[in-house]
C-alpha cells in the first residue's frame, strides 16, 4: 500500500462494498439456520464490530450443540434465553431439537449433570439458571458452610 490518498480511499471503499456484501451473505445464512439477529442500528462508526446474534429457542438449528457436553450446551443455551430459567424438560427439547443425542434416562442424567456443576444453580425448584445471576445464593451458602464448620470446632 502506498502513502497516495487516492489509492487508501479507493482501497476503504473496496473494504466496504466487500464487507455490505458480506453482511448480505450472513443474513442470508442466518435466516436458512432460523438465527435471528438484533436488530442494527445504521452503518454508523458506532456499531458494534461483534454483531449480537441470538437464537429463538423455538427454531434452534440442527448442530447447534455439536461436540459439547450437556452442561456447556445447557449453559449456552441459558446465557441464549437471556437470563431466564428452564426446566430440564426444555433444555432437554432444545438438545433435541438440535440433533443432539440424549439417551434412555435423559432427564436424570442432565439433572445429574448440572446438579454436580458450581455453574448451575436450582431456581424455584423446577428451572435451572446460571449461578452467577444469584450472587446472593453463593453468599448464603458460603456462610451456612462456615457456620457449620464453626459450630464443629467449638464442640470439640
Given amino acids: 500500500m502506498t502513502d497516495n490518498p487516492n489509492n487508501v480511499l479507493q482501497l476503504?471503499?473496496?473494504f466496504?462494498?466487500?464487507r455490505d456484501e458480506l453482511n448480505l451473505v450472513i443474513k442470508a445464512l442466518e435466516r436458512r439456520l432460523g438465527i435471528i439477529s438484533s436488530p442494527q442500528e445504521g452503518e454508523g462508526a458506532n456499531q458494534d464490530l461483534s454483531p449480537r446474534v441470538?437464537?429463538?429457542i423455538d427454531n434452534i438449528p440442527v448442530g447447534f450443540f455439536h461436540n459439547m457436553s450437556q452442561a456447556t450446551a445447557?449453559?449456552?443455551?441459558?446465557?441464549?434465553n437471556s437470563g431466564h430459567p428452564l426446566t430440564t424438560t426444555e433444555i432437554l427439547e432444545a438438545f433435541r431439537k438440535s440433533g443432539m443425542p440424549t439417551g434412555k434416562n435423559a432427564v436424570?442424567?442432565?439433572?445429574t449433570s448440572l446438579k454436580r456443576s458450581p455453574k448451575f444453580e436450582r431456581v424455584a425448584g423446577k428451572a435451572w439458571g446460571l449461578a452467577e445471576w444469584y450472587p446472593q445464593r453463593k453468599r448464603q451458602k458460603e456462610e451456612s458452610v462456615v457456620m457449620v464448620v464453626d459450630s464443629d470446632d467449638v464442640e470439640k
Fill in 74 to 80: 445447557a449453559e449456552k443455551l441459558l446465557r441464549m
Fill in 16 to 18: 466496504r462494498r466487500e
Fill in 54 to 56: 441470538t437464537v429463538s
Fill in 12 to 14: 476503504l471503499e473496496d
Fill in 108 to 111: 436424570t442424567v442432565l439433572y
